[in-house]
């Protein structure tokens, strides 16, 4: 389980987080909606400490952390639990595709290289990428990489995989390639917290939904309730504004 705690953020002294509080079950996937500036991506980052919050308490599994005393062994365990996929890929481009899967657990987990490679080809295959195993990043296309990126996270074997809005940077046509593959992971029971603006994909794989706006959570629920039945006014606002198949009940 993942629980965030009174997790505050600021930066220059403009509050980005204020106050979040969030419980994500094993297994479970969270997909996280909200206008731009809302604190979606700082919270994923303050979770694995690519951004260190200002103040509150981060449980992951049986690890605990005062992120005010956070200690680098502390730092280090949650970084072990968790992976997280980029909207950019964050690809190394002068790696291959397998280099690119193989390069945390070699290098951060201290696996045998011989090891790593047969994981990381298999994991490779299971995004539809096996005869791509050694082509550049270059020689990929933005959906491929992205692949790429998504058999780099599973190869840590994470407690927890974190997506920050994975379709974001590619073109419509390949969308779909990569939504299939997180439906796949989701479809195993491996635990996901999504920052996503794919209405439809949120509603079919996600266990809960948790809207955002200026820094708050405003409300969360199953998709058939975010999306049917809204209860606060700004989550109507939102998805009005954002899809025009939205229909909520009265």
């Known amino acids: 389980m993942i629980q965030l705690q009174s997790i505050y953020k600021s930066f220059q002294g403009k509050k980005v987080l204020d106050g979040i509080d969030l419980n994500v079950n094993d297994g479970e996937v969270v997909a996280i909606l909200g206008p731009s500036g809302s604190g979606k991506t700082t919270l994923l980052r303050c979770i694995n400490f690519l951004e260190k919050a200002d103040s509150g308490e981060i449980t992951m599994g049986n690890t605990h952390i005062d992120v005010r005393h956070a200690t680098k062994n502390q730092i280090l365990e949650i970084r072990r639990k968790s992976a997280m996929v980029f909207q950019s890929f964050n690809l190394f481009k002068n790696m291959t595709a397998l280099e690119n899967v193989i390069e945390g657990p070699v290098i951060v987990q201290k696996k045998n290289k011989k090891e790593a490679s047969k994981i990381g080809i298999e994991l490779l295959e299971s995004v539809g990428l096996a005869e791509k195993i050694n082509f550049y990043p270059s020689q990929l ?106 229909v909520y009940e009265i």
């Not at 706006?213 to 309730?225: A, C, R, V, Y």
């Open 141 to 246: 296309s933005g959906g491929q990489q992205q692949r790429v990126g998504i058999a780099r996270a599973l190869a840590l074997n994470p407690e927890v995989i974190l997506f920050d809005e994975p379709t974001s940077a590619l073109d419509p046509e390949l969308v779909g390639e990569v939504l299939s593959v997180i439906r796949n992971i989701a479809n195993r029971g491996i635990t996901m917290i999504i920052v996503t603006h794919e209405m439809s994909f949120a509603q079919e794989v996600a266990n809960r939904v948790v809207f955002m706006d200026k820094g708050n959570i405003i409300e969360q629920g199953t998709p058939h309730e975010i999306f049917g039945n809204p209860k606060e006014e700004r989550t109507k606002q939102f998805l009005k504004r954002i899809t025009s198949e939205f």
